[in-house]
């Protein structure tokens, strides 16, 4: 330790140097900004079932419908929504395999814990973009739900989408943060092989 707090202003540098790098990297990357919309699952209630368990059914639906959202088959459901000016030239360029890889960064559904509300998230550079596939997302999950969930659930868009102010992908923050700790990790590697080989 008393070897690492002499070499401080070395790792230092190291943090630096690293966190630049992935900055750089950061920066080189496409920015994309984030579009939210959120969609509410609703269990039909049968006699004498309690609302946590209405509730716990909603969530099982929802955790399954965020799978589905990945889907080729819900992709095509997706981009034939009325309505909606949708660019997926980038998309329709690449192989089956890339497309569903590509598809299913772009749009990411998730259960909010506790609630029967599932959250459409759609990433794209464009603000207009992101907020076209969050809308069309969550307007085919009301119309074609059904399909893979059955009769005895209705969804209701509770959240129409709303973009972010700024780019959140990739993280800059985060990105920085990461290189800096990785390059006083790989620095204080260094200092304590310098010191073994000295020593060995």
């Known amino acids: 330790m008393r070897l690492l707090l002499k070499r401080k202003n070395f790792l230092f540098l190291m943090g630096a ?54 889907t080729d088959d819900f992709y095509a459901k997706v981009i034939d929504q009325p309505g909606y000016s949708l660019d997926t030239l980038e998309l329709d360029a690449l192989s089956a395999r890339e497309k569903r890889k590509a598809w299913g960064k772009m749009v990411q559904s998730s259960v909010v814990f506790g609630t029967g509300v599932l959250r459409v998230s759609a990433y794209n550079t464009d603000k207009n973009q992101a907020i076209a596939f969050a809308g069309a997302t969550v307007d085919a999950l009301v119309s074609k739900g059904w399909e893979y969930v059955g009769g005895d659930v209705t969804m209701k868009i509770v959240n129409r989408p709303v973009v972010t102010k700024w780019p959140v992908r990739p993280n800059i923050v985060v990105n920085g943060l990461f290189g800096l700790f990785a390059g006083l990790l790989f620095g204080a590697v260094l200092v304590l092989q310098k010191q073994k080989r000295h020593f060995g």
């Not at 509410?40 to 309690?50: C, E, F, N, P, Q």
């Open 17 to 70: 140097l690293f966190m630049v790098i992935s900055l750089l990297v950061t920066i080189v990357l496409p920015l994309e900004y984030r579009a939210d919309a959120d969609v509410l699952i609703i269990s039909k209630t049968r006699y004498g079932v309690d609302p946590y368990t209405v509730i716990k059914s909603a969530e099982r639906v929802g955790e399954n419908l965020a799978q589905i959202t990945a």
